[in-house]
């Protein structure tokens, strides 16, 4: 247990449908970070967040967005879904909001599938 | 940002033996590099890192060799065990980490008996 957790660990849904994923970071961790895990893209970064404030972004579609809440914990939302939104979605945590130099603990991830 | 490419899917050797993973990466502002092995079902499982001033950095059982002139990353698993196979990623981060991690494709490890 890497002590990121992530609910679901899986979730089917239909096309254009709106989903909320959610991450727990690890005990002390202040940032989270999510990627997208697909076969033709591989691993890629979509969003950052460092102890409540939106710190990096990167390949997120406007149809996705995030936040982190108070207690540290953060939930991607996943609107208008699309059958190429069918991925691993990964959320990652770090003590510290300057990248993985200082240690980056990843989750078992959610599964999303899109029917 | 550039990605960072691996150059073999699949790499099959013997239990006992040793394994070799090769990475290029593109990027040549990227000041930190990160190894990662995925199991089936989990999350990306930290191996070894190394920072751009060194060239190469040892763990147990694995090393980590960067070759800055032909940006060329590789991870050497010594006396490979079953439990060692996976999907293994090579990462780049560059800047602190502004953008992410930039990871490869991924290489299949299999361990034949």
């Known amino acids: 247990d890497s002590g990121v957790t992530q609910t679901p660990k899986h979730l089917i849904t239909a096309t254009g449908q709106r989903v909320t994923l959610r991450c727990s970071p690890r005990?002390?961790?202040?940032?989270v970070y999510w990627y997208q895990q697909s076969l033709d893209q591989g691993l890629q970064f979509l969003i950052q967040?460092?102890?409540?404030?939106?710190?990096a972004k990167g390949n997120i579609l406007e149809r996705f967005s995030a936040q982190q809440f108070p207690d540290l914990h953060s939930e991607l939302n996943l609107s208008s879904l699309e059958l190429g939104d069918s991925a691993l979605y990964f959320c990652?945590?770090?003590?510290?909001?300057?990248?993985?130099?200082?240690?980056?603990?990843f989750g078992s991830g959610t599964r999303l599938t899109v029917v | 940002g550039e990605s960072v490419g691996l150059h073999l899917p699949t790499l099959s050797v013997q239990e006992g033996d040793n394994s070799i993973i090769n990475c290029a990466y593109s990027?040549?502002?990227?000041?930190?590099f990160i190894w990662y092995k995925q199991e089936s079902g989990k999350g990306p499982q930290f191996i070894i890192d190394?920072?751009?001033?060194?060239d190469k950095r040892q763990g147990q059982r694995v090393t980590v060799l960067l070759n800055k002139t032909v940006k060329h990353l590789s991870l050497q698993i010594a006396a490979t065990q079953p439990g060692d196979s996976a999907v293994y990623f090579c990462?780049?981060?560059?800047?602190?980490?502004?953008?992410?991690?930039?990871f490869g494709k991924g290489t299949h490890l299999i361990i034949q008996p």
């Open positions: 967040y460092y102890n409540g404030e939106e710190r």
């Open positions: 990027n040549s502002a990227s000041d930190y």
């Open positions: 990462a780049e981060e560059t800047g602190g980490g502004a953008d992410g991690l930039t």
């Open positions: 990652a945590s770090s003590v510290e909001g300057q990248g993985a130099y200082y240690g980056y603990t």
């Open positions: 190394i920072r751009s001033n060194m």
């Open positions: 005990s002390g961790d202040l940032s």
